[in-house]
């Protein structure tokens, strides 16, 4: 197959580009790399089946001069700042790159695979979360729901596409991707932030009381649900939970990475109130965990990582790059 992936130089952009290849795949890749990182895909440059173009998919001159055979578009791109706010060009990036991406598909006859997110369910009762139950969006008003609502409006606008224009498309929700190559800061997860206290022996920050739950995914599991999105004729029309039905507290995360770490002394905690890093209100989900059924039926995969397994590779990995700089947090994009 010939595909067309957005995102690439990203976390789950890079990994899905390393398993694309292996099979055989020839692939386009787009990044402009505000969060991609050069060095994730540099293993592929030059290369006889990858061609990397520095590229804003908000820009509809980015999609000009692409060839118009690609058998499936993989939208991987995006923006997401939930906790730090900036909800404006959240909600502007995603529709905008979103739209370009559905538009070039559409003139080409492509397949399209969206990217999108567990955060869409939001504040729903109903648990394990099913891909046809309600989004219970909270207020208008409190900001971090804009990344959710911007994804929301994504999947709402691939399949008006599918609708009115017959183009096969598949939405692909994510729980708690992590691993290597994951950034370092919250926009990698708890996990990142977590790994990086407990190796330099600082506080682990803890937003709220810990009790929130979270369904974390190696990256490997999550890379798996995407490539059988793209080979699996049946997966058109349908959106998938990609993602390990394993369920933690925030506060047991802290405490497995600990162990894990093997890190000497106690574990170092600090209670934070979520009002003190956003200045303003904010809502957190309680428990986050997925239903896989349809995922396994229709796909044929599941996850096979276990959370201490993934959590070791994460691990050993991250002792062997540097720190994040947290004062960049406010500054810089995210495309994941």
């Known amino acids: 197959m010939k595909i ?8 789950l952009g890079s990994h899905l580009l390393d398993r694309l290849l292996a ?11 505000s969060m991609g990182k050069h060095q994730n895909i540099a293993a592929h440059l030059p290369g006889r089946a990858f061609r990397f173009l520095e590229r804003d998919v908000t820009d509809p001159s980015a999609f000009e001069d692409l060839p118009t055979d690609f058998d499936c578009v993989v939208h991987m791109a ?12 959240t909600l502007r990036t ?27 369910y939001g504040r729903s009762p109903k648990l394990p979360f099913q891909e046809d139950d309600a989004c219970v969006i909270g207020s208008s008003k409190v900001a971090r729901w804009s990344y959710a609502v911007s994804k929301l409006f994504d999947e709402h ?4 596409y599918a609708e009115s224009f017959g183009l096969p498309t598949t939405v692909l929700r994510f729980f708690g991707s992590y691993g290597p190559r994951q950034h370092l800061s919250w926009w990698g997860g708890p996990q990142a932030v977590f790994i990086d206290a407990v190796l330099n022996d600082g506080e682990v920050p803890i937003h709220g009381d810990g009790l929130q739950t979270r369904s974390f995914t190696y990256v490997s599991d999550t890379v798996e649900g995407i490539y059988a999105a793209i080979v699996t004729a049946e997966a058109n029309g349908e959106i998938f939970n990609i993602g390990s ?28 109130p979520y009002e003190s890093f956003t200045g303003k209100s904010y809502e957190d989900v309680r428990r986050r965990v997925p239903d896989v059924t349809r995922c396994e039926r229709v ?17 050993d990995w991250q002792r062997t790059v540097p720190r994040h700089d947290p004062a960049s947090a406010r500054r810089e994009p995210s495309t994941p």
């Open 4 to 11: 067309l992936l957005t995102g690439v130089a990203g976390f």
């Open 23 to 33: 099979a055989g795949h020839d692939v386009v890749g787009l990044d402009n790399l």
């Open 94 to 120: 995603n529709a905008r790159g979103s739209e370009n991406v559905l538009e070039f598909a559409r003139a080409n006859r492509s397949k399209v695979v969206l990217a999108s997110t567990s955060d869409v």
């Open 157 to 160: 606008l691939a399949f008006a």
């Open 299 to 315: 796909l044929g995969v599941k996850a096979t990582v276990g959370l201490e397994d993934g959590l070791a590779r994460t691990i």
């Open 245 to 272: 039905t394993h369920e933690i507290t925030i506060l047991d995360l802290a405490k497995t990475i600990k162990r894990l770490c093997n890190a000497p002394g106690e574990l170092k905690l600090r209670f934070t």
């Open 78 to 89: 995006a923006f997401k700042i939930p906790r730090y706010g900036d909800a404006l060009r």
